[in-house]
């Protein structure tokens, strides 16, 4: 069904999209500088993944994929673009950074993938949630409030939270959660962190306020389950709050294949010197490189998992997209 869409949606929008808006002047293929496009896509096509539209075959000559010819990413809608559009992002080497492994001990690549950003991007990143193969224990637990505070309009704002979690698209957007710990003698559903208990502290972000890099390395964090006009997702309730940029899923991912995409867009960030949106389509780009080689080493399994064959395929890499700020570079 997925290979369907990627196929339908070249000829459908992104073909004739991508044609309008390529330099004319360059015979470059793909472009030097490539198209910049922010989809703002209506009713039910806002939940196709258009960066995975593909023109050909697979594997076959002159086979491409739109995120491969511009860098694009989404807003909800037009008011909803502008605010994020105009905000100022916090370097990633600039204040602190959370990494928030599942606290649920449920996803056993949460915390591969916490530790190797830890190690070769933010080796002074706080960790939050459970981490059990190691000594060292966590600086915080990963609730609700512990997240909170380090969001927009938080005590202890960060300028990267990168949370490896479980997350649940809910058949009431404003019930759409991440699920995170519950406090000391709570049950469960005191760990959710929904979409309504984000959009609650967006009152308190100064409009002028630089926004954060958030990460939703989760399933369906970019998903709207109804509503699709103006889709309320736990990826744009993040920035109506204040982030600047954010990272998001459309379905439901593997960890492995998502822990070294992770890992990748994060070196590209902070190594390459990437904004968001470029530092995604380069972790996608490499995803689909058949001679694909590792930018940066990384330790077992990672380099494991990373030398699979079936990276290219549009369920591991296409779910991932890119909402907020659409600039090419920081803005200090």
Do not use: K
């Not at 505070?149 to 957007?173: D, E, I, Q, Y």
């Not at 990672?302 to 090419?328: C, I, M, V, Y």
């Amino acid at each position: 069904m997925l290979r369907e869409l990627c196929d339908w949606a070249w000829p459908a929008v992104m073909g004739p999209v991508l044609a309008a808006v390529r330099p004319r002047s360059s015979g470059e293929v793909p472009p030097a500088r490539p198209p910049r496009i922010v989809l703002v896509p209506c009713g039910r096509i806002g939940v196709v993944p258009w960066h995975a539209a593909r023109t050909g075959r697979a594997g076959e000559p002159g086979h491409r994929y739109a995120c491969q010819e511009a860098v694009i990413s989404y807003a909800p809608s037009g008011t909803q673009f502008l605010a994020p559009a105009g905000r100022r992002r916090m370097s990633p080497a600039d204040g602190r950074q959370v990494l928030v492994a599942d606290p649920e001990l449920t996803l056993p690549w949460a915390e591969v993938e916490a530790e190797a950003l830890r190690a070769s991007c933010y080796p002074g990143a706080l960790r939050y949630g459970e981490f059990v193969g190691t000594d060292e224990e966590a600086d915080a637990a990963g609730t609700p409030a512990d997240l909170l505070a380090v969001l927009p309009g938080g005590a202890s704002p960060a300028s990267v939270v990168h949370l490896a979690c479980h997350a649940r698209a809910a058949s009431r957007p404003t019930d759409s959660a991440l699920r995170l710990a519950g406090p000391p003698g709570a049950d469960r559903e005191a760990g959710r962190l929904t979409v309504a208990g984000l959009m609650d502290g967006a009152v308190d972000v100064p409009p002028d306020a630089a926004g954060p890099l958030v990460v939703l390395s989760a399933c369906e964090t970019d998903l709207s389950t109804r509503h699709h006009d103006e889709a309320l997702t736990l990826a744009t309730a993040l920035t109506t709050r204040g982030a600047a940029d954010v990272v998001g899923s459309r379905w439901a991912v593997r960890d492995a294949a998502t822990a070294v995409m992770m890992a990748v867009f994060h070196h590209h960030l902070t190594a390459g010197g990437l904004a968001p949106p470029d530092a995604l389509r380069a972790a996608q780009s490499w995803m689909l490189d058949p001679h694909r080689r590792l930018p940066f080493p990384l330790d077992e399994p990672l380099r494991h998992e990373a030398a699979r064959s079936d990276l290219h395929q549009p369920h591991h890499w296409a779910a991932f997209t890119h909402q907020g700020n659409p600039a090419p570079a920081w803005r200090r």
